[in-house]
């Protein structure tokens, strides 16, 4: 049995105005008020897809959190979420981003989710999400993990067409700001939120010919200006053979932005014995390795 056979649709989860299918994974013995991981997928893929070809529904039955996994309806060449439009990056204006905020709404309101304790995680199409959730979104989520994705809003507007749902030069690493002009672009998506924003863990392979590793550069003078940390990493490691990982705290010692680049890493960088490490990130587990 593969554990997508496990998961269940939940219909009329909220406002969902691009139509994005929410399928929700529920392991055995959850607590009272279980922590909640969002997963997203990929370009062309689905949460049947994310669910059996990654760890975290393994991780969900080891750490009892309840998954959620928003997989896209609409049909194209790309099929990619909407991390771009002028409505999905903007808190509560429309877009991919409101359907999933929908989506973790509901979870808290309905299925006794602690909403203290809500993270999300994607890769790729998904990374791109996870970061564009973490900046429309900042007050739903405690933290998030980004896989081979690009800055929040650096790709608006789309190119060659607002249909694209691609952008060429973004793709390509091309789009060079300030960590000033990044922070401001998420502070612009909810101008009036004034409360703690989530820690951020990227990922990205340096070979990565799809979503060239420059994007990786340009998210960690984002987040690092959005938590108010200093772009210079305070603490620098190899968790692993071929990982570099740097880590950026504040001032009392806390995490706030993590950046693990994979030497020789390609695009599809998310393999098994990473999602451990995102779980540590979440807090899930102290001290442990794969």
């Excluded at 370009?43 to 996994?69: R, V």
């Excluded at 959730?133 to 507007?157: D, H, I, K, R």
Aim: charged residues 20%; negative net charge; proline residues 7%.
């Amino acid at each position: 049995m593969n554990a997508s056979d496990k998961l269940v649709e939940i219909k009329n989860f909220g406002p969902n105005p691009t139509n994005l299918e929410c399928w929700m994974y529920k392991p055995e013995g959850l607590p009272a008020n279980p922590p909640l991981v969002v997963g997203i997928h990929w370009c062309t893929g689905s949460a049947a897809a994310f669910i059996n070809t990654t760890e975290f529904g393994k991780m969900a039955d080891e750490f009892k959190y309840l998954a959620i996994f928003p997989s896209i309806t609409r049909t194209g060449p790309c099929k990619c979420f909407d991390v771009a439009s002028d409505e999905s990056i903007v808190h509560d204006a429309g877009g991919d981003s409101l359907g999933i905020a929908s989506m973790v709404r509901f979870a808290i309101s309905n299925l006794s989710v602690d909403p203290k304790r809500v993270f999300v995680t994607g890769h790729s199409s998904g990374g791109m999400t996870t970061q564009l959730m973490l900046g429309a979104y900042p007050e739903l989520f405690v933290a998030g993990s980004a896989f081979a994705g690009v800055p929040f809003a650096s790709w608006n507007p789309y190119e060659p067409t607002p249909d694209s749902l691609w952008n060429e030069t973004g793709a390509k690493g091309k789009i060079i700001k300030t960590g000033q002009e990044w922070g401001d672009m998420v502070r612009k998506a909810y101008p009036e939120y004034s409360g703690p924003r989530p820690r951020v863990l990227l990922w990205h392979g340096i070979d990565d010919d799809v979503i060239f590793f420059q994007n990786f550069n340009e998210s960690i003078k984002q987040w690092t200006n959005v938590l108010g940390v200093a772009e210079d990493p305070t603490e620098q490691d190899c968790p692993e053979k071929t990982w570099i990982r740097t880590s950026f705290k504040d001032y009392e010692g806390n995490v706030k932005v993590q950046a693990i680049a994979v030497e020789n890493g390609p695009h599809n960088v998310l393999v098994d014995g990473m999602a451990i490490y995102v779980m540590k990130f979440f807090g899930f587990v102290k001290d442990r390795r794969k």
